[in-house]
């Protein structure tokens, strides 16, 4: 009884086995045939091929033509509200990356130093620009207390603009290696901070400054001339005559106007990405007027732009206020009084702004007296 139990185990077992080596052989054929037969619903030409895709996942092409498609920039459809993420490697990045890593740092530093150094050659050579005359011990008022708020309030928002934004460029490199990442990181995430809110007032002194001065820095004959004379400054005793602003402050007053209302501009598409064409609408603009440039700007391109064009004005603006500072601070004697307290010395506005002292005078002059009759003389300062 118990050999018989025995055996039949036996045999149910080898049934057993022998079924399942039938199945998974009628399994494996299946698969092959499969695989040598187009899908019902896949045409034949897109059946396994070569190098194609089982099921036409992708198509005909193999998927070096697909991966050389997304390199190119091919973009795709998705599910998601952000189109953007159509677009799987944006290729112009590496362009945007090797320009900003590359020329604009490498051309950014040398601009910067070059102009420290041209200031200290000159200072070496020149020396300051003294008062030829001396002073007179007499001041006249040359700015009132909106102009200088309006020259404070741009100035000190400037250096700040000015000081954290080097430090997104260059910070990496020189100040992490001093101060370590943490303090870095600290450094940086307060002039990020500082950098975005105090572009605001920047922009309300570009303003201001633009309201207030604007009337007195029209371009003039006056201004050809101090031009081809350099100012007088490469004379010791050569002054050319000028009116309240010089050919060169005027230079200067376009200068932060026109750059300083272009960082704003590039600055705000930054801090509110993908929102403005300034670059397309430019570019439309160009177009217009037979001039080749690149008319299919994608909004990626137009914040890459933004941000190189940012950097190349704002490291020029940068060089250019270090020769005004320098000029208004240990270049020339006399000139910080004109927007620290306002007035200047007699002598010092007669050599540089003879035209301007000889306006103030003549209405001085013409000025009823109190209690006296219109057009009766005053004694100028």
Known sequence: MIERTLLLRRLVTMVGFALM?????????????????????VPAELALEGGRVPGAAIGPQASSDMWRAIRDGSVGRVQGLNPQAGL???????NWRAI??????????????????????????????????????????????????????TATTFVVLAITGLNVMFGRYLLLPLVGPEAFGTITLAGKYAHNYLALPFAL????????????????????????????????????????????????????????????????????????????????????????????VTPMMEMQLSTLWHGVVALVMIAVILGHIYIGTI????????????????????????????????????????????GAAAPAE
Do not use: C
Not at 21 to 41: G, I, K, R, S, W
Not at 88 to 94: A, T
Not at 123 to 138: D, V
């Open 88 to 94: 799987m490697i944006q290729s112009e990045g590496d």
């Open 331 to 374: 270049g020339m004697e006399g000139a910080f009084s004109a927007m620290g307290s306002g007035k200047v010395d007699l002598n010092w506005a007669r050599e540089h702004h003879g035209l301007w002292v000889d306006e103030q005078e003549g209405r001085r002059s013409t000025r009823p007296p109190e209690g006296g009759a219109e």
């Open 21 to 41: 080596v039938a199945l998974a052989t009628l399994f494996h054929q299946a698969d092959e045939a499969a695989a040598q037969q187009p899908a019902a619903d």
């Open 205 to 296: 002194g570009l303003l201001l400054m633009l309201v207030l001065w604007i009337g007195h820095n029209i371009p003039n004959r006056h201004d050809v001339i101090w031009l081809l004379k350099g100012g007088g400054i490469f004379s010791r005793n050569a002054h050319v005559p000028a009116r309240k602003f010089n050919a060169g402050q005027k230079v200067l007053f376009w200068l932060v106007i026109l750059g300083g209302f272009s960082l704003v501009l590039s600055g705000i598409a930054l801090m509110f990405p993908f929102q403005m064409d300034l670059w397309a609408s430019t570019f439309g603009f160009l177009g217009n007027l037979g001039l080749d440039v690149p008319l299919a």
């Open 100 to 153: 900003r890593n590359g020329p604009l740092k490498n051309y950014g530093v040398w601009i910067l130093l070059g102009m420290i150094g041209l200031l200290a050659v000159f200072f070496l050579l020149r020396g300051r620009i003294r008062i030829a005359s001396g002073w007179s011990g007499i001041m006249i008022e040359r700015f009132n207390g909106l102009d200088r708020f309006a020259h404070w309030l």
